[in-house]
C-alpha cells in the first residue's frame, strides 16, 4: 500500500511555471506506475501524465506535451511534474495516483488504485 501527498500548487501568472511533488509512503513505491491527473470546476478529472516504475516510459495529454515534464526519484519516493508556459486553462485541483502494475503506463483513473487529496493550480491571465 502506499500514501501520496501532494504539495507545489499556488497562484501563477499565465506563461510561468509550477513544479508538483508527490511524496510517498511505502516500502514499494518504486514498484508502482505514478500519474498525474486534474479536475477543473465542474468538469470531469483528466489525465495530465504517466510514467512507469523504472522512468523509462513516459505519456502525456496532448494539452500539456512539451510544456509538462513528468519524473520521479524512487530513492527519494518522490514523483513529480515539472509545469512550464502555464495557460489560464491549466488552472485546476492537480492529483497525484499510484498503480500496482508499474511495467505499463496508465491513462485512466480506473487504473489507479492510489490517490492523493490534490493541491491547486490556479494561472492568471
Known amino acids: 500500500q502506499v500514501q501520496l501527498v501532494e504539495s507545489g500548487g499556488g497562484l501563477v501568472q499565465a506563461g510561468g511555471s509550477l513544479r508538483l511533488s508527490c511524496a510517498a509512503s511505502?516500502?514499494?513505491?518504486?514498484?508502482?506506475?505514478m500519474g498525474w491527473f486534474r479536475q477543473a470546476s465542474g468538469k470531469e478529472r483528466e489525465f495530465v501524465a504517466t510514467?512507469?516504475?523504472?522512468?523509462?516510459?513516459?505519456d502525456y495529454a496532448n494539452s500539456v506535451k512539451g510544456r509538462f515534464t513528468i519524473s520521479r526519484d524512487n530513492a527519494k519516493n518522490m514523483a513529480y511534474l515539472q509545469m512550464n508556459s502555464l495557460k489560464p486553462e491549466d488552472t485546476a485541483v492537480y492529483y497525484c495516483?499510484?498503480?500496482?502494475?508499474?511495467?505499463?503506463?496508465?491513462?485512466?483513473?480506473?487504473?489507479?488504485?492510489?490517490w492523493g487529496q490534490g493541491t491547486q493550480v490556479t494561472v492568471s491571465s
Open positions: 511505502g516500502r514499494t513505491f518504486s514498484s508502482y506506475a
Open positions: 495516483a499510484a498503480a500496482r502494475n508499474g511495467y505499463r503506463i496508465y491513462y485512466f483513473p480506473r487504473d489507479y488504485g492510489y
Open positions: 510514467i512507469t516504475y523504472g522512468g523509462s516510459s513516459t
